[in-house]
């Protein structure tokens, strides 16, 4: 498992896992009898990270000031998938079949939803800002993360700073059009599928 973690982070949910079980110095046979798909692996490994995630939304939930809530809860998830290509991809990827992960990631995104809902009511968030609008843009730190990891690893603050800037309201300009929530599901089956976390896309 401290083997996965790793090779994760490195490489993302897509890592091979002949890979991991050569590292870890294991047969192929052993990784699968113990682990009989990817997405149990992924679940044994960042199931106390997703438990994290929740908590910490429950812990912005109780921050009065629901802009300070919102804009501190966005840069912890986003300094989070700093810190994981893997678990960059795993909050904005859908699981099939791990139905631990499924119910944490459930968890996370009603707290979310939750902190958004409070600060348009507030006015201090655009108030055409809606809940699909967050997984564009974790897929969005997740790309730039991978690129800048290692040669400008605090890059996606300063860009996360103009994106809240961009949010606060009042608002300068009108927003384009907001996803489609269709579409977006969408965009996170895909992510899975990639990933091997889907049915279909499972590796055996």
């Known amino acids: 498992m401290e083997t996965a973690k790793v090779v994760f982070a490195e490489r993302g949910l897509e890592a091979p896992l002949d890979e991991i079980a050569r590292r870890a110095k294991v047969g192929n046979a052993t990784l699968y009898r113990r682990f009989p798909s990817r997405g149990h692996l992924v679940a044994a490994v960042f199931a106390g990270a997703l438990e994290e995630v929740v908590a910490a939304t429950e812990r912005a939930l109780a921050v009065e000031d629901p802009w300070a809530a919102f804009a501190e809860h966005l840069t912890f998830l986003c300094e ?5 290509r893997a678990f960059a991809d795993l909050l904005t990827a ?105 049915a279909e896309g499972r590796e055996n």
């Open 80 to 84: 989070v998938q700093a810190g994981s």
């Open 94 to 198: 859908t699981v099939s079949g791990v139905p631990e992960l499924e119910q944490l990631r459930g968890r996370a995104f009603s707290g979310l939803t939750a902190l958004i809902d409070r600060a348009r009511a507030a006015g201090v968030l655009r108030s055409d800002f809606q809940h699909e609008d967050v997984v564009p843009m974790l897929m969005a730190n997740a790309g730039l993360v991978e690129r800048t990891g290692t040669t400008a690893p605090t890059a996606w603050r300063r860009q996360l700073g103009y994106t809240l800037a961009g949010l606060r309201a009042p608002a300068d300009l009108p927003a384009e059009p907001a996803p489609d929530r269709v579409g977006i599901l969408r965009a996170m089956h895909a992510l899975a599928e990639r990933s091997g976390l889907s």
